[in-house]
T-cell receptor, first 116, second 110 residues
Framework: GAVVSQHPSRVICKSGTSVKIECRSL??????MFWYRQFPKQSLMLMAT?????????EQGVEKDKFLINHASLTLSTLTVTSAHPEDSSFYIC????????????FGSGTRLTVV | QKEVEQDPGPLSVPEGAIVSLNCTYS??????FMWYRQYSRKGPELLMY??SSGNKEDGRFTAQVDKSSKYISLFIRDSQPSDSATYLC??????????WGAGTKLIIKP
């Protein structure tokens, strides 16, 4: 089946530094990828939709300059958390359309970001 | 009011029990209903999906949708410790955007 690889799985960084998270579709091309943020006991929150070769579409309330998304190829999207602060600590998950319909999403394994 | 409500739990049951997980929703336009399973520190994986109302069975898992009550359920029979995970419901009006529940943490005690 379709596989989405996400790296790193866990990262600890100092406050004020930037962190890059990669999301790769391994056996299919993904023109569209999605980035989510997940807090304990809360829904997955869609942050942005990443389209290959164009600018990402951000959801309301998500800071574009803080969460930089790049989708330079059909198999790779990156999320960079710039000038990270402790409140950015969270679980970040990417997803890609691997099939048709609302059932056709494959998720990465997530990245646990801790900002100290 | 959230579009999709789901009790975060945790729900703890003994091995072998029948588990019932539920979500309620407010948007009558939802047509697609999904259940995802998420193990600790992993991404969600699609477990079951249904379109419109009705039941769907797959092995030990049964998904039910009652659109008149805006209520969906996932039943797990003969629960196993390996079923311990967080179960998230997700819904969609169309082919595209998913609206998620908060997820219910399920613990199956051996």
């Amino acid at each position: 089946g379709a596989v989405v690889s996400q790296h790193p799985s866990r990262v600890i960084c100092k406050s004020g530094t930037s962190v890059k998270i990669e999301c790769r579709s391994l056996d299919f091309q993904a023109t569209t990828m999605f980035w989510y943020r997940q807090f304990p006991k809360q829904s997955l929150m869609l942050m942005a939709t990443s389209n290959e070769g164009s600018k990402a579409t951000y959801e309301q309330g998500v800071e574009k300059d803080k969460f930089l998304i790049n989708h330079a190829s059909l198999t790779l999207s990156t999320l960079t958390v710039t000038s990270a602060h402790p409140e950015d600590s969270s679980f970040y998950i990417c997803s890609a359309r691997s099939g048709t319909g609302p059932y056709g999403y494959t998720f990465g394994s997530g990245t646990r970001l801790t900002v100290v | 009011q959230k579009e999709v409500e789901q009790d975060p739990g945790p729900l703890s049951v003994p091995e072998g029990a029948i588990v019932s997980l539920n979500c309620t929703y407010s948007n009558s336009a939802f047509q697609y209903f999904m259940w995802y399973r998420q193990y600790s520190r992993k991404g969600p994986e699609l477990l079951m999906y249904t379109y419109s109302s009705g039941n769907k069975e797959d092995g030990r898992f049964t998904a039910q949708v009652d659109k008149s009550s805006k209520y969906i359920s996932l039943f797990i029979r003969d629960s196993q410790p390996s079923d311990s995970a967080t179960y998230l419901c997700a819904m969609s009006e169309d082919n595209y955007q998913l609206i998620w529940g908060a997820g219910t943490k399920l613990i199956i005690k051996p």
